[in-house]
């Protein structure tokens, strides 16, 4: 199972997840499915880690 993990948009305040290991490291934004905001791991509103993802929420996963 990959690692994800959910961010909380700081525009918007939209969640949505990203996979661990590609996204949660120095120097990579996140890109806001809702609002198109791009932020760093550390600016989210809230940072959510789960060894799993959800089995109701796919399809949000962004990749740069
Ligand atoms: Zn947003």
Not at 18 to 47: D, S, T, W, Y
Not at 50 to 55: L, S
């Amino acid at each position: 199972m990959e690692r994800i993990f959910w961010a909380e948009c700081p525009h918007c305040r939209g969640r949505f997840y990203c996979n661990h290991g590609e996204m949660r490291h120095a120097g990579v934004e996140l890109e806001c499915p809702f609002c198109a905001a791009k932020f760093l791991p550390e600016q989210a509103a809230a940072l959510d880690e789960r060894t799993e993802a959800p089995a109701d929420a796919g399809g949000r996963e962004r990749t740069k």
